[in-house]
């Protein structure tokens, strides 16, 4: 069993920063990819960033993103960040991490990122 514990979100004011953090723990290994998703209010979740592998493979990000984000892993802490920058208040939602190992799907609770002066 995997579980996923995000940190790091909060109230930050438009062009501000964030960064939050997925622990894992557990059996972790094999992993397929690894991603942030988040949902607004009245919104379905979206893919926000993925990397392929256990970090350092293929990475994906939501056209929304446009440069802004970055998605990183740090396997020896068993982490997954991903870096905010210049947010904006349409960036407001909840955010989930994601991990996938041998095709099963795990979750975090998510944590919420407000964007808001």
């Known amino acids: 069993q995997v579980q996923l514990v995000e940190s790091g979100g909060g109230l930050v004011q438009p062009g501000g920063s964030l960064t939050l953090s997925c622990a894992a723990s557990g059996s972790i290994f094999s992993v397929e990819y690894v991603a942030w998703h988040r949902q607004a209010p009245g919104k379905q979740r979206e893919l926000v960033a993925s990397?392929?592998?256990?970090?350092?493979?293929?990475?994906y990000y939501g056209d929304f993103v446009k440069g802004r984000f970055s998605i990183n892993t740090d396997n020896a802490k068993n982490t997954v960040n991903l870096q905010m920058n210049n947010l904006e208040p349409e960036d407001t939602a909840v955010y989930y991490c994601?991990?996938?190992?041998?095709?099963?799907?795990?979750w975090g609770q998510g944590t919420q990122v407000t964007v808001s002066s």
């Open positions: 990397q392929s592998g256990n970090g350092g493979g293929l990475v």
């Open positions: 994601n991990v996938n190992i041998r095709g099963s799907n795990f």
